[in-house]
Structure formats: structure tokens, C-alpha cells
């Protein structure tokens, strides 16, 4: 009998093997497909001759990941790269809100909110590693920063809207909604402030950078560590039970609750069964990878040289588009998001075609086609986009779950960002990666914190895992 095992070698699952074998026990991974990844796979076919990420592309939380950075990861090949620009958000007119990694620089920019942009965000950004510490921990813990984090859950709790109702620019309050808008959520929710306080928290102490090569080079580099401190990873393994597992003493499951459920069966107790099919998608991502001649002709200067772009517009109208697709309506506007990871890793491009990276917020498993209505939403603050794109690779919801389970129905976050969600994913639990049967743990981004490339889910489920193997 081996000491763990884990399913699923996306960047969770592969943090949580890192974890329980830094601590010298012995750990198997299994993963269905042929190549491992998750989320952060990286192909040359969709569009030959250009290097294109299949779905996390940018990483504030990974290079900022108290997990991650605990690491050498460098050691094992990968190498972050920053843009000259970080994030920029174009407006009607032909003028952009930018957030640049120096606070002072972005508040300068932002006219009458700039001290307000400062007063939220210079105490996360001047405690960032133990305000990035806290936030990316179970919910219910003991903190070890109290009053950092104390300033940060009183205005979490609120919606994003609300966090900005006293703000008086279209930048400022259209730069803040793009960033909470990556919750997926209409933003007159509660909760979806703190998506926006984490994520631009997290540009400005440690921008929003690229891995060299591809988003693939992060879960290369932890499948190389994992490897070299003697763990055994196997693809093209489906498990349909848990009788399935080799012989361990811990399993951790990279997997969402319902695919857990239906894996485990009667094992699993009736009351957490109950609470795992509560658990809830949320809307989709459509994406749509373009390969343009000569870049994409922003009108506002700031965009054409920053590594992600949001397109939507104002707050109102970004709130509006998030309502509808929550709703289960296609917005005839939908709020678009742009990344220009070859503006910091040259070698993605092919000469002088670059590869653009955008996905479009849809209802959740929505069937129709987003195409047009996100190159038209770009073509707003790019004229003559068209005219430079020579290819196009489209992927939609039902492509996106085909090609990671995770993504039930196109939600590339494993889970709707609903405030009971955020708060209590994926089950109300004193510790939330246990499934109620022994030895068994979820890893995925259905635990906390939530979607992205952190680890910490995987992390901190080994915390979990290890008070067993330990026993």
C-alpha cells in the first residue's frame, strides 16, 4: 500500500502531490487524458506556427501564490515574463484606465479617484504576502495577520458595484468592474468586491505576468519537481470507482464534487452527497483564439502594449452584460476578455502574426455562437481588427467541458462565485477538502479559494491529507 494517490494533474492536483511528497511520503498521480495540465494546457494546432494557451493564460495569483513561490520552480524550467502594460481597459473615445503594477503610477492616472483607488488598495498592496496569505486559506481559519485581514473582509463583503458607488470616473469604476467581472457574477452581488480587491491587489504587488512558453510551463515545472522528489504521474487513466484506486492510505480527488459523487457512490455519505449535488456551475467561457497580422489595432495607445485587455465598456455596461449571461441571456455586448501574452513572450508569435487570446462571458452551457459578437465587441475599440485576423479557432462551452471535465458547461472556474460559494465551497464544513470518507479529499478549484493558478487548493487539501498520513 502507497501513501496517496492523486486524480487529476491539473495545477491542484499536482500542488498536492508536491506538497505530500516535499514531506516524504510516497504519491501516484492519475490522469485521464494523454498529457497533463488542467487548466493551464499550452497547443501549437489551433493555430499552426503560434503558440496558444488553452485556457489560463495570465497568472497574478501564480506568481504571487504563497505555495508557489515556496517552490523552485525555476530549477524546473519555468520562467514568468511581464508586459510593459499590465491590464488596460479601453473606453469610448479612444482612451483607456489602466492598472500598472506601481500603485503611485496608476493612481496619478486616474484623476479624481486616484486617492480613493490608493485608500483601497495601498494597505493590501504594502501587506500583500500576508494579505495573499490569508485570503487564499480556508475561510474558517485562525488568522495570522488579523488586522490586515480584517480590512479586507469588511470590504469583500461587499458587491462591486457598491465598493464603487461613490466613485465619480468612468476609468476608475470601469477599471475596478473588469477585474471583478473575472467573478463571473453580476456585479450588484455580494462578494464580487473582493474578487476585484484580490485580483488587482495581486497586479499592482506583483503585476500580471506570463509563463514563458506557455501557461503548460507551470504544471511542467511541478510535474519536473514532483518527479525528481520521487513521484510516479500516469495518463490516460479513467477512474469510474473508487475500487478503481491502487491501494493507499490517502486519495485527493483534482475533480469536481458531482464527478466525485458519482466516482464514490454509496461510500460517501448521504448528508455530504446532499450538499455536493447543491453545489452549483456558473456561466461559461466562449473562446476564441485569432491570429492577427501585425497585432490588434487598438485605438487607445496603452492597450496595444499590455499583456490583458477587459473589453466591455463601463460599469454599466459590463454589470449589465454579467447580469445577462448569469440570467441565461446572451449579451448582445458581452463583456470580453483580451490577453497579449507575446507582447512579454516574443516567441509565441510568428513573425510578424501574433496569437490574441480572448474568451467572451456566456450562459452557462449556452449552445450558440459567439464569435462575431466578440470580435465586434474588440472591433468597438480596434477598427479594422478584422482586417488583420488570418485565423481563428473557436472553442465553446461544450468544447470546453470535452476537453476538461472541470469546466462543467464552460465554467472555466469549477463553480459558480455565488456568496454562499465564495464563502462555503463546496459544502459548509469546519475543514472543507474532507469528503466524509476517511482518507479521501477533494483538491480542486471547488474548494478554496477558488479558481486560478495558485495551488492552493491542492495545498492546502494536502494540509488536510498530511494530519492523516502523519497519525
Known amino acids: 500500500m502507497q501513501d496517496a494517490v492523486v486524480v487529476g494533474a491539473g495545477p491542484n492536483g499536482l500542488a498536492a502531490a508536491v506538497a505530500i511528497a516535499m514531506a516524504g511520503f510516497e504519491v501516484t498521480v492519475l490522469e485521464a487524458r494523454d498529457i ?7 497547443s501549437t494546432d489551433a493555430l499552426p506556427g503560434l503558440v496558444v494557451d488553452e485556457c489560463s493564460a495570465v497568472h497574478p495569483l501564480g506568481v504571487a501564490s504563497p505555495f508557489l513561490t515556496s517552490l523552485p520552480l525555476a530549477d524546473h524550467g519555468l520562467q514568468w515574463a511581464w508586459p510593459e502594460v499590465g491590464l488596460a481597459h479601453p ?4 482612451d483607456a484606465a489602466v492598472l500598472h503594477r506601481s500603485l503611485d503610477t496608476t493612481v496619478a492616472a486616474l484623476g479624481d479617484d486616484g486617492e480613493r483607488w490608493r485608500r483601497r488598495f495601498a494597505p493590501l498592496v504594502t501587506h500583500h504576502e500576508a494579505f495573499l496569505d490569508e485570503v487564499l486559506r480556508p475561510p474558517l481559519h485562525v488568522p495570522r495577520a488579523p488586522v490586515t485581514l480584517g480590512r479586507f473582509g469588511v470590504a469583500a463583503l ?15 469604476r470601469a477599471l475596478f468592474a473588469g477585474v471583478a467581472a473575472h467573478a463571473m457574477q453580476p456585479l450588484d452581488q455580494p462578494l464580487t468586491g473582493a474578487v476585484g480587491l484580490v485580483l488587482a491587489a495581486a497586479g499592482h504587488a506583483g503585476g500580471w505576468p506570463v509563463a514563458v512558453g506557455g501557461s503548460a510551463a507551470v504544471t511542467s515545472a511541478l510535474a519536473s519537481l514532483f518527479r525528481n522528489l520521487g513521484g510516479t504521474i500516469h495518463t490516460g487513466v479513467t477512474l469510474r470507482r473508487l475500487a478503481d484506486l491502487p491501494r493507499s492510505r490517502v486519495a485527493l480527488f483534482d475533480t469536481t464534487p ?3 459523487v458519482t466516482i464514490a457512490g454509496d461510500a460517501m455519505p448521504a448528508r455530504v452527497r446532499r450538499s455536493f449535488a447543491r453545489y452549483r456551475h456558473g456561466p461559461a467561457a466562449f473562446k476564441v483564439d485569432l491570429a492577427v497580422a501585425g497585432g490588434v489595432p487598438w485605438t487607445a495607445e496603452a492597450c496595444r502594449r499590455a499583456g490583458t485587455v477587459h473589453v466591455g465598456g463601463t460599469l454599466e455596461e459590463i454589470a449589465a452584460a454579467e447580469r445577462d449571461a448569469h440570467a441565461g441571456r446572451m449579451p448582445d455586448r458581452p463583456f470580453v476578455l483580451v ?4 507582447l512579454a513572450d516574443p516567441a509565441r508569435s510568428n513573425g ?6 480572448a474568451y467572451a462571458h456566456v450562459p452557462h452551457g449556452w449552445a450558440g ?3 462575431d459578437a466578440l470580435i465586434d465587441q474588440v472591433e468597438r475599440f480596434a477598427p479594422g481588427l478584422r482586417e488583420r485576423i488570418v485565423g481563428v479557432h473557436v472553442r465553446t462551452p461544450a468544447d470546453l467541458e470535452r476537453d476538461n471535465a472541470n469546466h462543467v458547461g464552460g465554467d472555466i472556474s469549477a463553480g459558480a462565485n455565488s456568496p454562499g460559494q465564495v464563502l462555503f465551497r463546496p459544502r459548509m464544513a469546519v475543514d472543507p477538502y474532507t469528503t466524509g470518507i476517511p482518507g479521501v479529499f477533494l483538491c480542486s478549484a471547488a474548494t478554496p479559494p477558488g479558481a486560478g493558478v495558485h495551488g492552493m487548493c491542492g495545498a492546502n487539501a494536502a494540509a488536510s491529507a ?3 498520513l502523519r497519525r
Do not use: F, K, M, N
Open 352 to 357: 510578424e502574426v501574433h496569437p490574441v487570446w
Open 91 to 94: 473606453l469610448d473615445g479612444g
Open 339 to 342: 490577453a497579449q501574452q507575446y
Open 158 to 172: 461587499r458587491s462591486a458595484e457598491g465598493l464603487v458607488s461613490r466613485w465619480t470616473t468612468d476609468a476608475a
Open 466 to 468: 498530511l494530519r492523516v
Open 36 to 42: 497533463i495540465g488542467g487548466g493551464t494546457r499550452t
Open 369 to 371: 455562437d459567439a464569435t
Open 258 to 260: 458531482g464527478a466525485l
